[in-house]
T-cell receptor, first 114, second 110 residues
Framework: DTAVSQTPKYLVTQMGNDKSIKCEQN?????MYWYKQDSKKFLKIMFS???????INETVPNRFSPKSPDKAHLNLHINSLELGDSAVYFC?????????????FGPGTRLTVT | RKEVEQDPGPFNVPEGATVAFNCTYS??????FFWYRQDCRKEPKLLMS???SGNEDGRFTAQLNRASQYISLLIRDSKLSDSATYLC???????????FGTGTRLLVSP
């Protein structure tokens, strides 16, 4: 069974479009995250939700809007896509905040903006 | 200055070799430390946590020096399957915010 799943796996779209990436975890974790890995392979956190509440919001353009309908799902909507948004977006989840809990990553969504 | 610094490599080693990776972090308030492994075009996966006392998991040994803000990973008897990028990761105080280094690439050859 897949622990953290993301759809789609690949996304190719044109500048200016709006797109969404979906994430689901079946681990019963309380906290979910979105990370961006750029072309230089640098992995950086974007957002984190704990029990549907936004707890980490890094300096990310307003065009990016996360939504957590329930604690098992965390979606990422991107408006007016730009070339610089091309990257791999990883969803992750972990047990409740505090402690040294492992973060489990999804397989990633490779976004290419043309 | 990046919050977590690593030598990007690549480190090219033959099978059976011992290889060590180092990492430094700048935030003295960092509370937890990890090594993650990322295979090409795959997601990162936790390799091991790093404790002040040092810890070992099979062929892998991790060390933390809080005074020097330095983390290390030693791999003994390298296998071809160890070829991957090794990410040094620190967790700062607060809500499990992980800060990743850019990774060190390891290539193990026959």
């Amino acid at each position: 069974d897949t622990a953290v799943s993301q759809t789609p796996k690949y996304l190719v779209t044109q500048m200016g479009n709006d797109k969404s990436i979906k994430c689901e975890q079946n681990l019963g974790h309380d906290t979910m995250y979105w990370y961006k890995q750029d072309s230089k392979k640098f992995l950086k956190i974007m957002f984190s939700y704990n029990n549907k509440e936004l707890i980490i919001n890094e300096t990310v353009p307003n065009r990016f809007s996360p939504k957590s309908p329930d604690k098992a799902h965390l979606n990422l909507h991107i408006n007016s896509l730009e070339l610089g948004d091309s990257a791999v977006y990883f969803c992750a989840s972990s047990q409740d905040a505090g402690g040294t809990y492992e973060q489990y990553f999804g397989p990633g969504t490779r976004l290419t903006v043309t | 200055r990046k919050e977590v610094e690593q030598d990007p490599g690549p480190f090219n080693v033959p099978e059976g070799a011992t290889v060590a990776f180092n990492c430094t972090y700048s935030n003295s308030a960092s509370q937890s430390f990890f090594w993650y492994r990322q295979d090409c075009r795959k997601e990162p996966k936790l390799l091991m946590s790093v404790y002040s006392s040092g810890n070992e998991d099979g062929r892998f040994t991790a060390q933390l020096n809080r005074a020097s803000q330095y983390i290390s990973l030693l791999i003994r008897d390298s296998k071809l399957s160890d070829s991957a990028t090794y990410l040094c990761v620190v967790m700062n105080t607060g809500f499990q915010k992980l800060v990743f280094g850019t990774g060190t690439r390891l290539l193990v050859s026959p």
